[in-house]
């Protein structure tokens, strides 16, 4: 198993694949990506022999983010080849959603078992100024489309944003009412590029996790590999609400993910000041080398995160390494 100082089993690998994104969304890029990185992205062998050393190491499930991942030409052979890691027992896909109607069937088919949609706002609107598209209604449809095909977990991520969402929450909920899906609020973040945009809009989730449970909302028991949302659950709705919250105390205590960028460096932390290098290991298909320097870089991993000290590491913007 792959265990911290601290008693912290990793299951949890999120994957980047790529940092070029078409969305332009203001608390991440809102001058669009720098591409110059894409000519080194990991290559689908590479890929395969990282997520066979962390299977092997006891990681069950694997998120492919980006960066918007469904830029990446090959996207399918990289999730058939996650997919068929002995090991891996779930094989999950972050999307800004720009594609998902045209996309979701093949995606499916390769072997995605949960999918998680950005969808910062439910007014076409305020959608509009966040992210520069006007996809909303397309976007919401293949929801809709992901949760008929039957795709186990199917979510939806919503920056919580000062001014644009903070009062939607009523909005949210409705959506939530006859849908089965999971809609996270997640807490802005602060990193190197962003931090007069984070002193603006930031938002702590606190006040929502209060009224939740004012009205009744239960707090849902979390699985192995879980993400770090609360999860609150209700009767009267078929979906349920999430909070991630960076901030609150003790985030960090059951934290059970690691990340590797879409050039091969793996994250402790998504705010780490330092970043190890993994290529090197990627070259041939003997992964016990990959193995014992995952197991030794692991116990580097620190006790927390340093964002109360407005400490962000070296994360330019969150497009680098997917959240």
């Not at 299977?55 to 997919?83: F, Q, S």
Request: net charge neutral; aromatic share 8%; hydrophobic share 35%.
């Amino acid at each position: 198993m792959l265990m911290d100082r601290f008693a912290r089993r990793f299951t949890y690998l999120r994957l980047s694949v790529t940092e070029n994104c078409n969305f332009r969304c203001d608390y991440c890029l809102p001058d669009g990506p720098d591409c110059s990185s894409r000519q080194a992205e990991l290559t689908v062998p590479e890929i395969r022999r990282l997520v066979t050393a962390f299977a092997e190491l006891g990681t069950r499930k694997v998120r492919i983010t980006g960066g918007e991942p469904c830029l990446r030409k090959d996207l399918l052979e990289v999730i058939k080849t996650v997919k068929a890691v002995p090991g891996i027992e779930e094989v999950a896909i972050t999307t800004n959603g720009y594609r998902l109607q045209r996309d979701l069937p093949a995606w499916r088919e390769a072997g995605v078992d949960a999918i998680n949609v950005s969808v910062d706002s439910l007014d076409p609107a305020t959608f509009h100024l966040v992210t520069g598209q006007n996809r909303l209604p397309a976007i919401l449809e293949g929801i809709d489309q992901a949760v008929a095909l039957g795709i186990p977990k199917v979510k939806i991520n919503t920056v919580l944003l000062r001014g644009y969402n903070g009062g939607a929450l009523p909005e949210f909920l409705e959506f939530i009412r006859q849908r089965p899906v999971s809609l996270r609020f997640i807490e802005l973040m602060r990193t190197n590029d962003n931090v007069a945009y984070y002193q603006r809009h930031h938002i702590s989730g606190q006040s929502i996790k209060d009224q939740l449970l004012s009205d009744t909302w239960n707090l849902c028991e979390k699985s192995k590999t879980a993400g770090p949302a609360q999860e609150f659950e209700h009767p009267d709705y078929q979906g349920k609400l999430g909070l991630i919250m960076p901030y609150s105390r003790d985030f960090c205590d059951d934290c059970n993910r690691l990340r590797v960028s879409s050039l091969g460096q793996l994250f402790l932390c998504l705010f780490t000041e330092n970043h190890q290098d993994l290529r090197s290991y990627l070259q041939n298909d003997d992964v016990a080398p990959l193995k014992a320097a995952l197991q030794s870089l692991v116990l580097e991993k620190k006790a927390t995160h340093a964002l109360l000290e407005n400490t962000s590491g070296s994360t330019r913007h969150l497009a680098m390494i997917g959240g």
